[in-house]
């Protein structure tokens, strides 16, 4: 079964404290590996798509890595509007379900002066 | 460019009622999602559409959810009757396309639902 793990559940930083949130996954053929953000009473705004292990793509103080098992979203010198629900998606390539996303429960961070 | 469009943005209901919630993707997009977001979960696919073609809808509980899509543009999403297990955010996405492509999903604002 196709499952995607977000850690921590929570994270609480200090302004400029840069840190690293971490969505594993198992899934059988992985098309696509999503970034979103969330805010309260908002839908998920897209940030990144990572395709194959190694690749890295930045975005401001945001930069998402991905490995074979495994997405690392870095946060560096975070800012109090970086406070948020940060989700992870996978994309599979089975045809059946071609275009679905699979999310992991997210991780909620807040960013305080 | 205007985003994905949903209404209502709130929705307050007693159990057994019906409702609907309304979708009007990006321009363009031919491909449009129904999403349900329980509190403290990531989303969860209900149907996926190809132009006016339903072409994912096997977590779609078929008993009390309906959707459609008429002309392949707008799309309403139907409960009825709702259950107190209902209450959620419900979110519209839209793509360019599907194929080959793996296309980004934008969604939209969502409508929380709450069933007394």
């Known amino acids: 079964e196709d499952q995607v793990t977000q850690s921590p559940e929570a994270l609480r930083l200090q302004e400029g404290e840069s840190s690293s949130l971490n969505c594993s996954y198992t899934?059988?053929?992985?098309?696509?590996l999503f970034w979103y953000r969330q805010d309260p009473g908002k839908g998920p705004e897209f940030l990144f798509t990572l395709y194959s292990a190694g690749e890295e793509k930045e975005k401001e103080r945001l930069k998402a890595t991905l490995t074979k098992k495994e997405s690392f979203l870095h946060i560096t010198a975070p800012k109090p509007e970086d406070s948020a629900t940060y989700l992870c998606a996978v994309q599979t390539d089975r045809g059946s379900t071609l275009g679905r996303l699979y999310f992991g429960r997210g991780t909620q961070l807040t960013v305080w002066p | 460019e205007a985003g994905v469009v949903q209404s209502p943005r709130y929705k307050i209901i007693e159990k057994k009622q019906p409702v609907a919630f309304w979708c009007n993707p990006i321009?363009?997009?031919?491909?449009l999602y129904w999403y349900r977001q329980n509190l403290g979960q990531g989303p969860e696919l209900l149907i996926r559409y190809e132009n006016e073609e339903a072409v994912d809808d096997s977590q779609l509980p078929k008993d009390r959810f309906s959707a459609e899509r008429l002309k392949g543009v707008d799309s309403t999403l139907k409960i009825q009757p709702a259950e107190l297990g209902d209450s959620a955010v419900y979110l519209c996405?839209?793509?360019?396309?599907?194929?080959?492509?793996?296309?980004?999903?934008?969604f939209g604002p969502g409508t929380r639902l709450t069933v007394l």
């Open positions: 996405a839209s793509s360019l396309e599907q194929g080959v492509s793996t296309d980004t999903q934008y």
């Open positions: 899934v059988s053929g992985l098309r696509g």
């Open positions: 321009s363009g997009h031919n491909t």
